[in-house]
């Protein structure tokens, strides 16, 4: 089969390899009919995530269709249309029966390394390095399911792929990322990043009650994303614009009932605290540039919530803690627990509720992606979301 | 497999006072330290699957080859006796050499706790397991005390697969509760993957990913 391989810092490169097979009685095989690059694949792409080899398939969103299963998966059959979460659960562990899915016990092969690194595992990840089990990826032609009695969720009505495939990991992920914002009915909610998780977290903030969102980004094509489905923008990158000032002015002055990161370890700043970061990271004293995770405990309002959906990988500097202990603030924050979103979400697309697939500007071939892969991370192009189909020639 | 083992002198029962209990009248018990030769390990998993259950699992030696790694075989020679062989690293590079060694049960209470040591062969190790209910019983929690001297095993260990021996016991505890809890091993090994670099054998050995991961078995469909 045709996959996407991860060769090096800033290189990607379609190969033939060969096709997965059943290694375990409860893995399943997909023929995989559509898949995205995730704006957290681009962190692997520059290189800020570690124990990634050579030839490692990419791809933690896809769906595709059930060519095969192993002798201990019962709720599947060939043939059946399927979106898999990116995180795989095993559903029996002390962290699955708590619904904390994101940290199962049992899925992580090389949990090992991550104890070492961090002094805890999570749960296996697809195409997210060795650290995370080293699973092959679905930017590719077939995947390997493992625990697939637990994670695919079956599509049984005919709506298209593009319209389900972002429950595989954005749409849940902006989705918890309101949740864990514990909005209140008419509260502010700020959002930092309107990239497709940012996006899907300012839709998820109007359904859970939100009287105003103010969405913060710097590329135009985003902020008008954002604004036709309802937030107010503010563009960093315009010269007079302080952020934090413009929260108070939205705000009457106290600042966002929730503030929400969906931005993570590579945030932009104009700012001199930018430049820092880009020092410390550079001579490796700090390995994340936290600068919107500093706006956020800045500006939230006494009391108020800090939801970080963005992923964060190391150590951090100059986290303002003295004023998020003053404020009393609370920080909610981790990988999607996706097992609890999927099918409640889905509910909401069958009835209408929402249309995911608004988010996407390119559709494209495999062959086409090691490129794209480019033109994202330079934010060329005004992408916003890219569906590969990996069929297509 | 009936070779006479007489290499090394048996090991001894784990002393008292060094069990794989963590707690004693009310304190926390520390494991115990490296010294003359001997290394400890001790290791905990919380296994959502009864107690009697893991005891038995444990207590089948024969199906050690499923979930421990590097063990080929295991033959029970008596009641609470057994004899053990382990894929190990030879000279010859191209093939795995054995090591071998007979294992006797000293403890057997059951649904509780199983203590053993070897008696004879290329290795020199003792070991017990602790099953018992969680606080608040919502699950078991698992203790495994292993001692061993730094002999054939443990090198054998650190030779064939990179493991640190004590990092074996962990992924056997590891490899355990996963078999219990879902009926498989997680694994890639055989997994499809593109062309490996220049130094994917460096990293592979540095990921600690040379070990092959045991086989696993389905308790839930038996």
């Given at each position: 089969m045709k996959a996407l391989c991860w060769m090096g810092s800033s290189k990607v490169e379609v190969h033939n390899v060969s096709d997965p097979t059943i290694l375990n009685p409860h893995d399943a095989i997909l023929k995989i009919t559509r898949t995205a690059i995730c704006g957290s694949d681009l962190h692997l792409y520059d290189g800020f995530i570690p124990t990634m080899e050579e030839g490692d398939i990419l791809g933690h969103e896809f769906m595709g269709i059930v060519e095969e299963i192993g002798k201990n998966v019962t709720n599947l059959q060939r043939g059946d249309r399927v979106v898999v979460p990116f995180t795989i659960a095993c559903g029996n562990c002390e962290f699955c029966k708590k619904k904390i899915w994101s940290a199962c016990d049992n899925t992580n092969p090389n949990a090992h390394l991550m104890e070492a690194a961090y002094g805890y595992s999570g749960s296996g990840l697809f195409g997210y390095s060795h650290m995370m089990g080293g699973y092959a990826g679905g930017q590719a032609q077939y995947v390997?399911?493992?625990?697939?009695?637990?994670?695919?969720?079956?599509?049984?009505?005919?709506?298209?792929?593009?319209?389900?495939?972002?429950?595989s990991d954005i749409f849940p992920t902006g989705y918890m990322a309101a949740e864990n914002a514990q909005i209140q009915e008419n509260d502010t909610v700020a959002v930092w990043g309107c990239g497709p998780v940012g996006q899907f977290a300012i839709a998820s903030a109007f359904m859970l009650g939100a009287a105003r969102v103010i969405a913060i980004d710097r590329l135009p094509e985003r902020l008008e994303m954002a604004r036709s489905i309802g937030a107010i923008t503010v563009d960093y990158s315009e010269e007079d614009v302080s952020v934090l000032t413009a929260l108070k002015d939205l705000t009457g002055g106290i600042g966002p009932d929730s503030c929400i990161d969906a931005v993570g370890l590579e945030a932009h700043s104009a700012q001199l605290q930018g430049i820092y970061d880009k020092v410390k990271t550079?001579?490796?004293?700090?390995?994340?540039?936290?600068?919107?995770?500093?706006?956020?405990?800045?500006?939230?309002?006494?009391?108020?919530?800090?939801?970080?959906?963005?992923?964060?990988?190391?150590?951090?500097?100059?986290?303002?803690?003295?004023?998020?202990?003053?404020?009393?603030?609370?920080?909610?924050?981790?990988?999607?627990?996706?097992?609890?979103?999927?099918?409640?979400?889905?509910?909401?697309?069958e009835k209408g509720q929402i249309d995911p697939s608004y988010i996407i500007s390119h559709r494209i071939t495999l062959d086409q992606a090691p490129e794209m892969y480019k033109v994202w991370r330079d934010k060329k192009q005004s992408v916003t979301k890219i569906v590969i189909d990996p069929w297509a020639a | 497999m009936s070779k006479s083992l007489n290499e090394k002198p048996n090991a001894e029962p784990l002393p008292v006072g060094a069990t794989a209990g963590v707690i004693l009248n009310g304190r926390y018990l520390p494991p115990p330290e490296d010294k003359d030769g001997k290394m400890w390990v001790r290791t905990s998993a919380l296994i959502h699957v009864d107690a009697e259950d893991l005891y038995k699992m444990w207590r089948d030696v024969e199906s050690a080859p499923l979930w421990q790694e590097q063990i080929e075989s295991v033959t029970r020679t008596g009641e609470a006796t057994s004899h053990w062989v382990m894929r190990?690293?030879?000279?010859?590079?191209?093939?795995?050499?054995?090591?071998?060694?007979?294992?006797?049960?000293?403890?057997?209470?059951?649904?509780?706790?199983?203590?053993?040591?070897?008696?004879?062969?290329?290795?020199?190790?003792?070991?017990?397991?602790?099953?018992e209910p969680s606080p608040g019983g919502r699950a078991t929690m698992v203790t495994v005390l292993q001692e061993f001297r730094m002999g054939k095993l443990a090198s054998a260990w650190e030779t064939l697969v990179g493991r640190n021996p004590k990092q074996a016991v962990i992924e056997n505890l590891r490899h355990f509760k996963a078999l219990a809890e879902t009926g498989e091993i997680p694994r890639t090994q055989g997994q499809p993957h593109g062309p490996r670099g220049m130094i994917a054998g460096i990293k592979k050995s540095m990921y600690d990913e040379e070990t092959t991961t045991p086989p696993g078995l389905d308790r839930k469909a038996s």
């Open positions: 390997r399911v493992p625990f697939a009695n637990i994670g695919p969720l079956k599509i049984e009505s005919d709506l298209p792929d593009e319209k389900v495939l972002f429950l550079a001579i490796m004293l700090e390995t994340d540039r936290p600068s919107v995770l500093r706006q956020a405990i800045q500006s939230v309002r006494k009391g108020g919530t800090v939801s970080i959906p963005g992923v964060y990988g190391g150590l951090l500097d100059k986290v303002p803690f003295g004023a998020a202990f003053g404020k009393g603030i609370t920080m909610k924050m981790g990988q999607t627990n996706m097992h609890n979103y999927m099918k409640p979400l889905l509910e909401r697309i | 190990s690293k030879s000279k010859d590079k191209d093939k795995d050499d054995t090591i071998e060694w007979d294992s006797e049960i000293l403890k057997d209470e059951p649904g509780r706790r199983i203590a053993w040591r070897s008696t004879g062969g290329d290795s020199d190790n003792a070991g017990e397991v602790v099953f």
